[in-house]
């Protein structure tokens, strides 16, 4: 009866609409892989610039405060160390560091007789249209030749302020305790804490009737003098190298020293602060 044979097998394949669904799976399924992989890469590139700048403003304090700690190192007591130059945005002093009674002498064949490292300024400037912070030190011919020690920072990131001696072996002191002053105009020491509640922020830029983003300070009537010098407060403000597209352009206000800064924008920031004794000053 009919011996033919059934088989098995099928011809038919797959058809276009099958292989069509299949490619429509298949290319929402690697859309959302290749949307998690990039969302993934763009939250480590901002991370590691985060880091990165994190890293970087710890390792300029660092040096920053070491360097601070040595100032007005004099052990041979020849009363050659101490502080050149305390403004709200540079500073410079000097350390006998080996012992010798000179700071950084310049030789007749115009070299320099000492280490350089006796002379240090800190100050901001600007190479390539990277703002930096330099560690400057002495050249032979008088000036300064400035190594970079942290770049990114931003315009005013970087400021000083000073616990300073009132002239009886005392820390100068407001109401709510130690003045952290800064250079007047009018060549006085300018208390940062105008409201003089015991915090240097932005009460106190509106304190004296304006909301220029400058703290003006509270006139101390004492004369800057540099050698009075007894405590150093910094401020170092950073941003990443590059803007980060996810952030979402927030107002960003930072207080840095005798400065408010606000910013409209996707760059990262990180704000830094340290306060170093003198203890090299004496009392």
Not at 169 to 188: F, Q
Request: aromatic fraction near 8%; hydrophobic fraction near 40%.
């Amino acid at each position: 009866m009919g011996g033919g044979k059934i088989s098995l097998r099928s011809d038919s394949g797959f058809t276009l609409a099958e292989i069509l669904v299949a490619m429509a799976v298949f290319g929402i399924l690697s859309g959302a892989v290749l949307s998690l992989f990039t969302k993934n890469v763009r939250t480590h590139t901002a991370q590691t610039l985060v880091a990165n700048a994190q890293q970087d403003l710890r390792a300029a304090m660092m040096i920053m405060k070491m360097d601070i700690r040595m100032a007005g190192y004099d052990p041979g007591k020849e009363n050659i160390a101490g502080f050149i130059n305390a403004g709200a945005e540079e500073f410079r002093f000097t350390a006998d560091i080996n012992g010798n009674g000179k700071i950084a002498a310049l030789m007749e064949n115009g070299g320099l007789e000492t280490d350089p490292n006796e002379d240090v300024s800190y100050l901001p400037y600007e190479t390539d249209g990277i703002k930096k912070v330099a560690r400057g030190l002495p050249n032979p011919n008088g000036t300064i030749n400035k190594s970079p020690l942290i770049e990114n920072i931003e315009a005013n990131g970087l400021r000083f302020a000073y616990a300073v001696n009132d002239g009886y072996g005392r820390y100068l002191r407001n109401t709510n305790g130690i003045v952290w002053a800064v250079p007047g105009a009018n060549g006085k020491w300018f208390d940062l804490d105008v409201n003089q509640d015991g915090f240097i922020d932005a009460a106190d830029d509106t304190a004296d009737g304006t909301t220029d983003g400058i703290i003006a300070g509270r006139d101390t009537g004492v004369t800057v003098d540099a050698e009075a010098i007894r405590g150093v407060q910094i401020w170092m403000l950073v941003r990443t190298a590059a803007q980060d597209p996810d952030l979402p352009s927030l107002n960003q206000r930072f207080l840095v020293g005798n400065r408010v800064l606000e910013y409209d924008d996707r760059f990262r920031r990180r704000l830094l602060t340290s306060t170093v004794k003198c203890r090299n000053s004496a009392l």
